[in-house]
């Protein structure tokens, strides 16, 4: 059977939140049945709230960012320098901007794209589930 989900666990360097960890476990997922998404978590210990937290985001948003600032809202991206990207999570609590490995990222939208090619996201949703999928919140 083939796989739906893809995680890959990244070290995110956080630059501007507390408590104060010099890297953080983080971990990116995609699930085909939730093809226009990207969820990034983050362990209770690195987080404001001391609880685990996870942010939903566009795949397009996280594409798009490697290459140049992007986002408005809540998750910003944008690269820095060689090979790190910023991610920016504004929460009412706080601000989180977090520094990746911009390689770790490319592999894992590689990934995504094998599983679920740019384009053609449209062919995943099952509409049945539609309304079950818009009240699940979970990571």
Request: proline letters at 8%; aromatic letters at 6%; glycine letters at 8%.
């Amino acid at each position: 059977m083939l796989s739906t989900v893809i995680e890959q666990p990244v070290e995110a360097r956080l630059v501007a939140a507390a408590p104060r960890m010099p890297s953080i476990p983080a971990t990116l997922r995609y699930d085909r049945r939730d093809p226009f998404a990207v969820r990034m978590a983050f362990p209770a210990p690195a987080t404001l709230e001391g609880v685990d937290v996870c942010w939903t985001f566009s795949r397009e948003l996280l594409t798009a960012g490697l290459q140049g600032p992007e986002g408005q809202g809540d998750v910003r991206v944008r690269p820095y320098g060689y090979d790190r990207t910023v991610l920016e999570f504004h929460a009412p609590e706080g601000t989180a901007v977090v520094h990746v490995r911009s390689g770790e990222i490319r592999r894992f939208l590689e990934a995504a794209n094998e599983l679920v090619p740019v384009g053609l996201e449209h062919l995943q949703l099952d509409l049945d589930d539609g309304l079950a999928e818009l009240m699940r919140d979970a990571c």
